[in-house]
């Protein structure tokens, strides 16, 4: 129930005529308008519910896991509303080096730069060598004002969950002006 909430259809309207004039009736069937009236009002806004932009707060964890995202509890709600948001963008591009910045800009907040050994290539000719120098190898650059402020475990974390498994992965934090953690 969900006080002062009138029903959109209430239904002593739709009783016969006849019906309506009985006062106990309509009392009646009222109670059943206040326990129908949040209903009708969510399936009246249902669409709502499925855009992130309007979606109520509550529901986002619904949203996310509905597109394979992780909510990190120090997110804002407009930082949820985003991240859902972008989130099937995000999936085209995964394990790609635009991918990965990427993901990783959007949960860090902060400027990344990733460099790859891979390429792309072909050959008509079976075994020939092919493009990259070296095994796969991802060299992701986070830069930030305070590095001693970034939490090391959850880069590593998020590398883990946005590289492809084959690749090997390192990354160095920098503050903004060019010291090295």
Known sequence: MVPGLISPAPLAQRLPGVLQDDDFLVRF????????????????????????????????????????????????????????????????????????????EQALGADVSVSDTGACDWSQKPGADPGGSGPPAVTVTVTVPDPAAVDVRRVEALLEDVCPAHVTRQYKVVAAGGAKK
Request: aromatic share 10%.
């Open 29 to 104: 069937v009222g109670a059943f308008d206040d326990a129908y009236a949040p209903i009708h009002a969510t399936l009246d806004s249902l669409a709502a519910y499925f855009d992130p932009q309007l979606s109520p707060a509550d529901f986002l964890g619904w949203l996310a896991m509905w597109v394979g995202v992780e909510l990190d509890d120090a997110w804002s709600t407009a930082d949820r509303r985003r991240i859902i948001t972008d989130a099937a963008r995000l999936h085209r591009q995964r394990g790609t080096v635009a991918g990965i910045q990427a993901a990783l």
